[in-house]
């Protein structure tokens, strides 16, 4: 496998639910791509016992993203930093505070002599000031780009990111711009002992199915319907969290 490409930056304002889960306000295109590196700080803890190992932690535990644009515009500057914005002239105050987003990615790589899209999204991001250096125009032309540093963190439910590889690279994009073009739902039911619900939206994604607060994940979707694998007793309180596509509503 060889990483060939770097496009499509994404990012979307996050609302983060009651339940851990994340709804974003749409994909917006902050410029080209030239650059993304990220970085993980991993928990590091051991615990020996009769003179071994007898348990370890490398969960996540925070991280770093840095993005190179093609172009600092102001207007995304404003929304990712928390800034005014008004007639082309960005405010900075002191007061402001930068939104959590979400941040995602195409990286173009090269299997087996298939091209691939692979898809690294980042469920919420919190971008910095970034600092600036300029310098006069010298004998030789030096193409210089704006970069934007940001701390990566984890949703209330332990989600921080998510990936995955497609063929087609429209597919990836709109596979990227439907998870922060989507809206979170809730909803509960009362079962009347058979094994299928009728959800409000078709899912993009369903976070966790309970019934009578046990969680439960023998079940299939097809659109809007969600199907047990054996049928919750008669009177069960049932519970679903998903998210669904905006735009679809």
């Known amino acids: 496998m060889a990483k060939i490409g770097l496009n499509n930056f994404r990012y979307g304002l996050l609302t983060e639910n009651p339940d851990g889960t994340a709804s974003y306000a749409g994909a917006h295109k902050p410029a080209k791509a030239v650059s993304c590196s990220v970085s993980i700080t991993s928990n ?16 996540f535990q925070s991280g770093t993203v840095t993005i190179g644009l093609d172009d600092d515009d102001l207007a995304v500057q404003a929304t990712l930093l928390g800034h005014a914005y008004e007639d082309g002239e960005i405010i900075r105050n002191s ?5 959590y987003v979400g941040f995602g990615r195409i990286v173009s790589k090269m ?6 899209y692979k898809v690294e999204f980042l469920h919420k991001v919190k971008f910095s ?10 004998e030789s032309m030096e193409f ?3 970069t934007l540093e940001g701390v990566v ?9 998510k990936a995955k590889t497609f063929t087609d690279k429209a597919a990836a994009i ?5 998870l922060l073009d989507s809206a979170t739902a809730v909803e509960t ?4 002992g058979s094994t299928s619900i009728t959800l409000a939206h078709a899912p993009l994604e369903v976070n966790s199915v309970l019934v009578n607060g046990v969680k439960n994940t023998a079940y299939t979707v097809s659109g809007t319907k969600l199907t047990f694998t054996s049928a919750p007793a008669s009177g069960a309180a049932i519970y679903v969290s998903y998210s669904y596509e905006v735009s679809s509503t």
């Open 174 to 178: 709109a596979y990227l711009e439907a």
């Open 144 to 146: 210089s780009t704006g």
């Open 44 to 59: 590091s803890a051991t615990l020996y016992a009769d003179d071994v190992l007898a348990e370890s932690d490398t969960s």
């Open 111 to 116: 299997v087996n002599g298939v091209k691939k």
């Open 129 to 138: 000031e970034p600092s600036e250096e300029n310098q006069t125009k010298g």
């Open 189 to 192: 039911f009362t079962s009347d």
């Open 95 to 99: 007061n402001d505070t930068a939104p």
């Open 153 to 161: 963190h984890q949703l209330e439910n332990g989600d921080w990111s």
